[in-house]
């Protein structure tokens, strides 16, 4: 089945250090989703890149898709101590239906 | 309003019990789901439903039983509760079960079986 790999697992960062997470898929992907969980929260909606090679961005994070439509990333420029908590991509394959099925998650602490 | 509200949010339970989770959302959503997040933080998913229909199963043991009345509640029953059962449960919903759908997460059950 389709597998959605996330690395790193944990970073631990000074805050204004930048800070990035890898997402990559076993199969192509037809989209891709990134959330984030507040530690004691719940995973929330950021973003969903739908092109080949799309980059968009929210303010200090950048998000890429990848041209094979296989990988993306998550960038944090100079990471705040509000950017603490778990970030997790997840995607949908082509030939999973209605799955989706989320990484592993990268768990950020920034340290003030 | 909160848009997928689930209760109990904290729930601490012996071995062996029986217990439930109860989902609501209000956005009018057509799917709904049940994940589980364990100590890790692995986001599994369990089941969806859409129009109360069941259309995703996971490799979940029997004793997790989940129950739509309606395409706005997806509760979840399990049996016979085990100490690996405790995890944090997420239930969530989508527009509908296509592969661009945001899914919106309810704020949690924290479970401990002791």
């Known amino acids: 089945g389709q597998q959605v790999m996330q690395i790193p697992q944990y970073q631990h960062v000074q805050e204004g250090e930048d800070f990035t997470t890898y997402c990559n898929s076993s199969t192509t992907l037809s989209n891709i989703q990134w959330y984030k969980q507040r530690p004691g929260g719940h995973p929330v909606f950021l973003i969903q890149?739908?092109?080949?090679?799309e980059v968009k961005k929210q303010k200090r994070l950048t998000f890429q898709f990848g041209e094979a439509k296989k990988n993306s990333s998550l960038h944090i420029t100079a990471t705040q101590t509000t950017d603490v908590g778990t970030y997790f991509c997840a995607g949908p394959s082509r030939t999973s239906g209605s799955r989706l099925t989320f990484g592993e998650g990268t768990q950020l602490t920034v340290n003030p | 309003d909160t848009a997928v509200s689930q209760t109990p949010k904290y729930l601490v339970t012996q071995m062996g019990n029986d217990k439930s989770i109860k989902c609501e959302q209000n956005l009018g959503h057509d799917t709904m789901y049940w994940y589980k997040q364990d100590s890790k933080k692995f986001l599994k998913i369990m089941f969806s439903?859409?129009?109360?229909?069941?259309?995703i199963n996971e490799t979940v043991p029997n004793r997790f039983s989940p129950k739509s009345p309606d395409k706005a509640h997806l509760n979840l029953h399990i049996n016979s509760l085990e100490l690996g059962d405790s995890a944090v449960y997420f239930c969530?919903?989508?527009?509908?079960?296509?592969?661009?759908?945001?899914?919106?997460f309810g704020e949690g059950s924290w479970l401990t079986v002791v």
């Open positions: 439903y859409n129009n109360k229909e069941l259309i």
């Open positions: 890149l739908v092109k080949s090679g």
């Open positions: 969530a919903s989508s527009h509908g079960q296509g592969r661009g759908n945001t899914i919106y």
